[in-house]
Each structure stands twice: as structure tokens, then as C-alpha cells.
Nanobody, 123 residues
Framework: QVQLVESGGGLAQVGGSLRLSCAAS????????MGWYRQAAGNQRELVAL???????NYTDSVKARFTISRDHDKNMAYLEMNNLQPEDTAVYYC?????????????????WGQGTQVTVSS
């Protein structure tokens, strides 16, 4: 079992910044992908940013050049630096991880989610 715990959400002004952190713990072999999704009220959950174990990144278009994802692979941590925040960034942000439980072949991937942290951007 894997636990993901987010921190760092809160209230920001338009143009402000926040930094989200996600810590993964539990018993597992390796994290393949780790990143962030968000869900605004009345909307579906959407990808924000994702980083693979090979450090390849994927961002949704609306946050490119404003948000930066990073990972500490040794500590099983992920971070999301959010700059120039806009009201449309208001949402619950969820940490996500795709995890290999064991090293036996074939490798099996399991998806895990954090409990979510609220980010509110006020104008």
C-alpha cells in the first residue's frame, strides 16, 4: 500500500505563488510517474503536470511557463511550483503516483491518489 500526502495549498492573490509538496510512503519497489491533477468545482479532474522516472515532463497548456514540477526521486517527493496564479487555477489539487509494487516481471503498475489540497486564487 502507498500513501500520498499533499501540503502547501491555500489562498493566493492573482499573480502570486504557491508551492505544493507531495510525500509518498509505504511499501513499494519504485515510483514511475508522479505529478499533479486538479479538479475545479463542477469540472472533471484534469492533468496539471506529470514527471516520469526518466524526468520527462508533461504539462497542461494552461500552466506551461507558469508552473514547474520537480521530483526528489531518492525521497519519493514531488513538488509543484505555481507562479503567476490566476483565478482559473482555483481547484483541489491531487497528487498522483504510478507505482511498481514489486520488481518481479511482468511489472505491474498501480495508481494512487492523495487526499487533495485546496488552492484558491482571489482577485
Amino acid at each position: 500500500q502507498v500513501q500520498l500526502v499533499e501540503s502547501g495549498g491555500g489562498l493566493a492573490q492573482v499573480g502570486g505563488s504557491l508551492r505544493l509538496s507531495c510525500a509518498a510512503s509505504g511499501s513499494f519497489f519504485r515510483i514511475r510517474d508522479m505529478g499533479w491533477y486538479r479538479q475545479a468545482a463542477g469540472n472533471q479532474r484534469e492533468l496539471v503536470a506529470l514527471m516520469s522516472n526518466g524526468r520527462k515532463t508533461n504539462y497542461t497548456d494552461s500552466v506551461k511557463a507558469r508552473f514547474t514540477i520537480s521530483r526528489d526521486h531518492d525521497k519519493n517527493m514531488a513538488y509543484l511550483e505555481m507562479n503567476n496564479l490566476q483565478p482559473e487555477d482555483t481547484a483541489v489539487y491531487y497528487c498522483y503516483a504510478a507505482v511498481y509494487h514489486g520488481s518481479d516481471l511482468p511489472l505491474e503498475i498501480y495508481d494512487y491518489w492523495g487526499q487533495g489540497t485546496q488552492v484558491t486564487v482571489s482577485s
